[in-house]
């Protein structure tokens, strides 16, 4: 009877466990419009940063290059051109992937983030680039409320982790780091489950466990008495 009742606890810890791994895993997507920036210390735009932006989906807790930087330059070495804190905006947007599928008016599938800064470079030309020090000049985090009712919200939050500048043009890239958290919202926002409420499927093997339980304590005493 021992083992029973140790077998009925453990389906129970599996449904508690299993419910958590499915909200570390809400599928989202990601995209980040491309920017270019260029030489401050002319009129004459010979030389440029790329921020190539990227796309793709992933799932809960996620790293990511949001961003690929590139060097282009025809400056000579006669005539190095420079990015004196020249400004650049980045815009990242999200997508809550089970939202595309809600019937809720009020629906929330896409969130826009915006990243400012200041972008510092000397010496560049065709073959080389000294990159200085990067300002940001708007905050490294943002965050946003992403669903639906019936789908369920998430809070997400997108950080700038790192930013490595590019090399000389046709050397190593620079890249930006982005990490997103995303989680159900507290309270299971308007109208969906509460984010440690378990699924359909979970309540019912729980509906069904918890009678064997009780059977189980009953023929204990029985046998004890």
């Known amino acids: 009877m021992k083992k029973m009742w140790m077998s009925v606890g453990a389906v129970l810890a599996l449904l508690v466990t299993s419910t958590a791994v499915k909200a570390d895993g ?13 030489n401050s210390n002319n009129p004459i735009q010979t030389s440029s940063i790329v921020f190539k932006g990227s796309s793709g989906a992933a799932s809960g807790n996620s790293g990511f290059i949001i961003y690929n930087l590139t060097t282009t330059s025809t400056a000579s070495s006669s005539l190095p051109d420079s990015f004196a804190n020249v400004p650049f905006n980045l815009s990242v947007t999200l997508t809550d992937i089970n939202a595309t ?11 826009t983030f915006s990243f400012s800064g200041l972008f510092n470079a000397d010496n560049v030309t065709k073959t080389s ?3 200085g020090p990067v300002t940001w000049t708007s905050p490294t985090t943002a965050m946003m409320k ?4 019936d ?3 998430s809070d997400y939050s997108v950080s700038i982790a790192s930013f490595t500048p590019p090399g000389q043009p046709g ?15 507290k309270g ?15 309540l019912a093997l729980a509906a069904l466990a918890l009678p064997a339980l009780f059977a189980a304590r009953r023929r204990l005493k029985k046998a004890q008495a």
């Open 26 to 38: 809400i599928p989202w997507g990601y995209t980040a419009a491309d920017t270019t920036i260029f």
């Open 101 to 111: 599928g809600s019937s809720d008016p009020g629906k929330v599938v896409n969130g």
């Open 129 to 131: 680039s000294v990159p």
């Open 146 to 149: 992403l669903g639906g009712s």
């Open 151 to 153: 789908t369920g919200f």
């Open 171 to 185: 050397g190593a890239p620079g890249a930006i780091l982005a990490l997103v958290n995303v989680a159900p919202e």
């Open 188 to 202: 299971g926002g308007s109208g969906g489950p509460p984010p440690d409420a378990p699924e359909p499927t979970s």
